[in-house]
């Protein structure tokens, strides 16, 4: 049983389009589609996909608290949530004024008070190297099983 009350939830929060799929067509942008399709290949699944072996899941465009990130990556070990937040920036939305990037650091803060652990790529980087940021997204994930097993390591799985 899941304790709602110790660590806040994902819930549906539609996109600057208004949609709700996780569908990469329907991705703010092409680089988050690029992540999203990366993230699946690198062995993370949707949550409509079918019930096979993944490293987590992932809900893309949902909100955390009153914050919308692009993709909440959520994985249960021994019912214990874990909660990466993954954002893909674009230069003039997050990082051509002191005040975007002071916003964000704000927002990261704040995940993080939540229980997050909060990944952040830039939209060049994701660009020419979508699978190496999918796989320091699992690497991440990875570390913090581990930490909750008390040591035990998993492994990838094939997928």
């Given at each position: 049983m899941i304790n709602e009350e110790i660590y806040p939830f994902v819930v549906f929060f539609p996109n600057r389009n208004g949609c709700v799929s996780t569908d990469a067509e329907r991705s703010d942008?092409?680089?988050?589609?690029?992540?999203?399709?990366?993230?699946?290949?690198?062995?993370?699944?949707?949550?409509?996909?079918?019930?096979?072996?993944?490293?987590?899941?992932?809900?893309?465009?949902?909100?955390?608290?009153?914050?919308?990130?692009?993709?909440?990556?959520?994985?249960?070990?021994?019912d214990y949530p874990i909660g990466i937040a993954v954002e893909v920036d674009g230069y003039n939305f997050?990082?051509?004024?002191?005040?975007?990037?002071?916003?964000?650091?704000?927002?990261?803060?704040?995940?993080?008070?939540?229980?997050?652990?909060?990944?952040?790529?830039?939209?060049?980087?994701?660009?020419?190297?979508a699978m190496g940021c999918a796989l320091d997204v699992a690497d991440t994930l990875i570390e913090r099983v581990n930490r909750i097993q008390g040591g035990h390591i998993i492994e990838w799985v094939d997928v």
């Open positions: 942008s092409p680089v988050e589609a690029m992540m999203l399709r990366a993230l699946i290949d690198c062995g993370f699944r949707q949550p409509a996909s079918p019930a096979t072996p993944s490293l987590g899941t992932i809900y893309q465009q949902h909100r955390i608290d009153d914050l919308r990130v692009d993709f909440a990556i959520v994985r249960f070990v021994e997050h990082q051509r004024t002191r005040e975007q990037v002071d916003r964000d650091n704000a927002r990261d803060n704040k995940l993080q008070r939540l229980g997050w652990t909060v990944l952040r790529y830039s939209g060049s980087r994701v660009h020419h190297d």
